[in-house]
T-cell receptor, first 115, second 109 residues
Framework: ETGVTQTPRHLVMGMTNKKSLKCEQH?????MYWYKQSAKKPLELMFV???????ENNSVPSRFSPECPNSSHLFLHPHTLQPEDSALYLC??????????????FGPGTRLLVL | GQNIDQPTEMTATEGAIVQINCTYQ??????LFWYQQHAGEAPTFLSY??LDGLEEKGRFSSFLSRSKGYSYLLLKELQMKDSASYLC??????????WGAGTKLIIKP
């Protein structure tokens, strides 16, 4: 496996289901990110982890709970979802978080549909 | 507030040249990125500009004017595979990426 992988690619959830989104990066990076991408809207940064420590939480509803057990893995545990949570959830990684030229590399995303 | 503006959609012809503009107003500036995103796929890095001027990379070039808060992505010799969304993003003073909504580029034969 190379780059950034995400599973599952598609996820259908009811408002009371409990399933998780998984991200793994094979680039040796130290920082990982969760973004939400909705149609015709800018990417919304949700969470940032650097060396496993959460450094950003951009006013994300508490129904989204992130987990970062190590620098290579990142999870998102959604619960009690709302229809407006339907979106593409993108994971990204970068070497660090403080350099201007630090480039973020993205996974293919998990398409979440809330029924 | 912070804002990135780019056209919602553009159409161009195979073999032609197209320029996608991006204007920004951010708290600080630590570089501007362009990404390409095909439908249903990951955004992929195209270019990074931090100094004024033109950076050329094969068929793709990116230009930056910091004084005008303006950048463009120039695509030459368009191919059908260039049909995608192009995302402009600026790193602000906190090194956080501020994203535009993307420009959907449609290439016609």
């Amino acid at each position: 496996e190379t780059g950034v992988t995400q599973t599952p690619r598609h996820l259908v959830m009811g408002m009371t289901n409990k399933k998780s989104l998984k991200c793994e990066q094979h680039l040796g990076h130290n920082a990982m990110y969760w973004y939400k991408q909705s149609a015709k809207k800018p990417l919304e940064l949700m969470f940032v982890y650097n060396f496993k420590e959460q450094t950003e939480n951009n006013s994300v509803p508490s129904r989204f709970s992130p987990e970062c057990p190590n620098s290579s893995h990142l999870f998102l545990h959604p619960h009690t979802l709302q229809p407006e949570d339907s979106a593409l959830y993108l994971c990204a990684s970068s070497q660090g978080t403080s350099g201007g030229a630090e480039t973020q590399y993205f996974g293919p995303g998990t398409r979440l549909l809330v029924l | 507030g912070q804002n990135i503006d780019q056209p919602t959609e553009m159409t161009a012809t195979e073999g032609a040249i197209v320029q996608i503009n991006c204007t920004y107003q951010t708290s600080g500036f630590n570089g501007l990125f362009w990404y390409q995103q095909h439908a249903g796929e990951a955004p992929t890095f195209l270019s990074y500009n931090v100094l004024d001027g033109l950076e050329e990379k094969g068929r793709f070039s990116s230009f930056l004017s910091r004084s005008k808060g303006y950048s463009y992505l120039l695509l030459k010799e368009l191919q059908m595979k260039d049909s995608a969304s192009y995302l402009c993003a600026v790193k602000d003073s906190n090194y956080q990426l501020i994203w535009g909504a993307g420009t959907k580029l449609i290439i016609k034969p």
